[in-house]
């Protein structure tokens, strides 16, 4: 962990302590159910600053889910194209 994450750790864990109580940094780090019912307490309380160091946060440990793709952005895989079948393709020389 470089020291600017671990700096954003330790100032989220500060501000979250008035919120929610003490939360163990070693679990947030390690343990992603954790992390994430933890976030997930401190979003649905906490004021526009801590909100934003839960993100960047969750972020800078890679917790954050990426949007699901709309159904129109998804490209089926095209089928592949069937072999010759034995009666159409002669092998060799044609008589």
């Known amino acids: 962990m470089d020291n600017e994450t671990f700096q954003l750790l330790a100032r989220f864990i500060i501000k979250t302590r008035k919120i929610i109580g003490a939360v163990d940094s070693n679990r947030l780090v390690n343990d992603q159910k954790y992390a994430a019912e933890t976030f997930d307490k401190v979003e649905a309380v906490a004021d526009e600053e801590v909100m934003m160091l839960s993100l960047t946060l969750r972020h800078r440990l890679g917790l ?32």
């Open 64 to 95: 954050l889910q990426q949007e699901p793709a709309k159904p129109e952005q998804v490209k089926k895989p095209e089928p592949a194209p069937e072999p010759p079948s034995p009666s159409k393709y002669k092998f060799g020389a044609r008589s």
